[in-house]
Antibody
Framework: EEQLVESGGGLVQPGGSLRLSCAAS????????MNWVRQAPGRGLEWLLY????????SHADSVKGRFSISRDNAENSLFLQMNSLRAEDTAIYYC???????????WGKGTTVIVSS | DIQMTQSPSTLSASVGDRVTITCRAS??????LAWYQQKPGKAPKVLIY???SLESGVPSRFSGSGSGTEFTLTISSLQPDDFAIYYC?????????FGQGTKVEVK
């Protein structure tokens, strides 16, 4: 079964940092581009960051520019989201998702919750 | 930046109804348009990609159409399992934009 499992969420103070992980299984992780998407409580979906399967190309939404970064370890079948300078408005469920040609996301994790609060 | 606007925000319908959700782009876009269904406490699930292609395993009562600035998701006969929130999503290299969502609720 193709699966993504996020981890690393939790409660963090404003200004703090957190690193999320996404473990992939059931498919050839190194062959796929990946995204991070989040959903604030009661809100819609927001795309955050993208990473290419192997050439290191990344992109990001303006809302996380300079604060969040994406990386991957293809040998460990893992995707990462480094979040710095966290704000209350970063409180959300964070999903990793597999990207297919044409941009749709066909495999999603169940998400990990990040709460930014003092 | 391209903005995606869904309508309506909420749709009240009954089982068996034909349901149509619209996603409008702020400018003409190509067909890299996807539709997702999300149920409470669950991750989104892709239904339609490239505007009109049905994702494997998705019931055929779901269909997508459109071009230019207007795209639609149609559920031909609403089933009890279809009450959920639906999102459109546009992709242009390498950025993604989601619509704000449409909640399909019981009438």
């Amino acid at each position: 079964e193709e699966q993504l499992v996020e981890s690393g969420g939790g409660l963090v103070q404003p200004g703090g940092s957190l690193r999320l992980s996404c473990a992939a299984s059931g498919f050839t992780f190194r062959s796929y581009e990946m995204n991070w998407v989040r959903q604030a409580p009661g809100r819609g979906l927001e795309w955050l960051l993208y990473i290419h399967s192997g050439d290191g190309t990344t992109s990001h939404a303006d809302s996380v520019k300079g604060r969040f970064s994406i990386s991957r370890d293809n040998a460990e079948n893992s995707l990462f989201l480094q979040m710095n300078s966290l704000r209350a408005e970063d409180t959300a469920i964070y999903y990793c998702a597999r990207v297919r040609w044409g941009g749709h996301m066909d495999v999603w994790g169940k998400g990990t919750t990040v709460i930014v609060s003092s | 930046d391209i903005q995606m606007t869904q309508s309506p925000s909420t749709l009240s319908a009954s089982v068996g109804d034909r349901v149509t959700i619209t996603c409008r782009a702020s400018q003409s876009i190509d067909r890299y348009l996807a539709w997702y269904q999300q149920k409470p406490g669950k991750a989104p699930k892709v239904l339609i990609y490239q505007a009109s292609s049905l994702e494997s395993g998705v019931p055929s009562r779901f269909s997508g159409s459109g071009s230019g600035t207007e795209f639609t998701l149609t559920i031909s006969s609403l089933q009890p399992d279809d009450f959920a929130i639906y999102y459109c999503q546009y992709y242009y290299p390498y950025f993604w934009v989601f619509g704000q969502g449409t909640k399909v609720e019981v009438k």
